[in-house]
């Protein structure tokens, strides 16, 4: 069936570093792949997302590369900061339907 | 308030006892998906609706779950016989159809059912 693969699970960095979020999916057919940022007891808000015509966008300091190929997709963030510790999920679309694969997610902590 | 909202933001029940909630999603928005998401874990897909037709469930959805979107504006999702496995936080997301993919969350009802 359909499948997000997501690792690390979880991640820690100094404030300023980069973290790398990486991902990989089953499903072929998948175009469009999103990428959400939840904090404690909220709603997953979308970051940045990346349709499959493309290989990489980019939004100041966050960036993510696809490569339809391998079917594999990762998050890039960079200078890090403490308001960047949340967990993330990526997601890959599902056929036609626009409902969404999600990933088990990484909680990502920013030490200051 | 241009966003999703859902009703209510928490519930807490008895096992074997009816719950139902409720989604508004963003005004125009065409396709109202709802998903689970239980500690840890990603949200996972049940069921979605373009307008008032529900075009998939998942097999998640147990026949003691339902959905309904009467009139191609809010949702309801209703949990019959609740069982403490049902114990989640149930995201409602819509999004507007023609190309656009974005789907906007919800905040939630979490359920605990004791």
């Known amino acids: 069936g359909e499948n997000v693969e997501q690792h690390p699970s979880t991640l820690s960095v100094q404030e300023g570093d980069s973290a790398v979020i990486k991902c990989t999916y089953s499903d072929s057919a998948s175009n469009y792949f999103p990428w959400y940022k939840q904090e404690l007891g909220k709603r997953p808000q979308l970051i940045i997302d990346i349709r499959s015509n493309v290989g990489e966008k980019k939004d100041q300091r966050i960036a993510v590369t696809l490569n339809k190929t391998a079917k594999h997709f990762s998050l890039h963030i960079t200078e890090t900061q403490p308001e960047d510790s949340a967990v993330y999920f990526c997601a890959a679309e599902s056929g036609n339907t626009g409902k969404l694969i999600f990933g088990q997610g990484t909680t990502l902590q920013v030490k200051p | ?114």
């Open chain 2, 1 to 114: 308030d241009t966003g999703v909202s859902q009703d209510p933001r928490h519930k807490i029940t008895k096992r074997g006892q009816n719950v139902t909630f409720r989604c508004d999603p963003i005004s125009e928005h065409n396709r109202l998906y709802w998903y689970r998401q239980t500690l840890g874990q990603g949200p996972e897909f049940l069921t979605y609706f373009q307008n008032e037709a529900q075009l998939e469930k998942s097999r998640l959805l147990s026949d003691r779950f339902s959905a309904e979107r009467p009139k191609g504006s809010f949702s309801t999702l209703e949990i019959q016989r609740t069982e403490q496995g049902d114990s989640a936080m149930y995201l409602c997301a819509s999004t507007l159809l023609a190309g656009e993919e974005t789907q906007y969350f919800g905040p939630g009802t979490r359920l605990l059912v004791l």
